[in-house]
């Protein structure tokens, strides 16, 4: 007789692990790690994959890019900082361009799913306050806004005095990057996010950081984007693929004297890369998938971490040059 409520029982715990355990992060590409080129000039955003520029020339950082130059990591035009992977985006939250004088840099990208009307969603991100000496001061107000439609830097997400989710506290580390989080209930089906400081300056907060300038640029490093229906998803290490200890890449024969094969899942497309200890790139191929042959003659005995990255996944391993 106490069978159907066994029954029961097992079918509410198998509903409850579904709905908790498997709730992913939503939006693609979160740590920026995917990118189209190595951003060498001028950081251009256009480098990363999947994102656009929402409002102004927001920047584009990797550790691909030769090391110390404008879009390099962590050592860049705008500061120093290290990435939780290989790459980061800038952003200027206050200041003033020209005639614009309510200067803001919006980014945003394509949602993998629509949000549900009613549905509670976590949302979380991180920033680091740049501290290159053209920094002068730090703003509060950054946030998450959420659109049903895109927008581009010719035709601007607007500054509405509002926000889904940001800080009402002025942002002045420069040494660790803050997570900002909360949540939001959807009240549409909002399928864009965007990112920056969405409020004018009357109704923004500053904090003057050079006493010799009354100028106030403020510029900040963001990375690792989360938008979740569970809050465990979104809170701690961010993003779907660096949340998640890194898979281990097959890697043969290790160590290796000349040639080494990397083993990739079929029928997925990865952005594969090989960096020594320097964080220096070696090797890069961002159409790889299946067995990719590797031609080690030219590197150095020593050390090489090895990446495959795609929007679902981050695949690492090490190898061992003799």
């Not at 992913?24 to 994959?49: H, K, M, R, W």
């Not at 009402?168 to 660790?176: E, L, Q």
């Not at 939001?184 to 907060?205: L, P």
Request: aromatic content about 14%; some cysteine; proline content about 5%.
């Amino acid at each position: 007789m106490k069978q159907p409520l066994i029954y029961s029982i097992q079918i509410f715990f198998l509903l409850f692990l579904g709905t908790n355990i498997f709730a992913q992060n939503i939006v693609p590409n979160p740590g920026f790690e995917l990118y189209s080129n190595c951003p060498d000039a001028f950081s251009p955003f256009s480098d990363v994959t999947g994102w656009d520029s929402y409002r102004e020339t927001p920047n584009y950082f990797n550790s691909c890019a030769t090391a110390g130059s404008w879009g390099s990591v962590p050592s860049n035009s705008f500061g120093y900082q290290p990435s939780n992977g290989n790459a980061y985006v800038g952003v200027g939250s206050h200041g003033s361009q020209g005639a614009d004088t309510v200067f803001r840099e919006y980014i945003g990208r394509q949602l993998s799913t629509m949000l549900n009307i009613g549905q509670k969603y976590y949302v979380s991100f991180k920033v680091s306050l740049a501290d290159k000496n053209s920094i002068y001061c730090a703003t509060n107000n950054l946030g998450v806004v959420f659109s049903t439609i895109p927008y581009s830097s010719l035709n601007p997400a607007p500054i509405r005095n509002s926000a889904h989710v940001y800080t009402n506290t002025i942002i002045t580390d420069t040494a660790n990057w803050t997570t900002i989080s909360g949540s939001v209930i959807a009240d549409s089906v909002y399928n864009y996010i965007i990112i920056g400081n969405f409020f004018d300056n009357q109704h923004s907060s500053i904090m003057t950081l050079n006493s010799t300038t009354t100028t106030c640029f403020a510029y900040y490093f963001v990375d690792d984007i989360c938008v979740s229906t569970d809050s465990i998803t979104c809170m701690g290490t961010i993003g779907i693929n660096e949340q998640q200890p890194l898979k281990q890449l097959s890697i043969f024969p290790n160590p290796a004297n000349s040639n080494f094969t990397i083993q990739l899942p079929i029928q997925q497309t990865f952005t594969l890369s090989v960096t020594d200890i320097t964080g220096r790139n070696v090797y890069t191929n961002k159409n790889a998938t299946g067995n990719i042959t590797v031609d080690a003659n030219g590197f150095s005995s020593g050390v090489y971490f090895v990446k495959a990255i795609n929007e679902r996944t981050v695949l690492s391993g090490k190898l061992i040059k003799e």
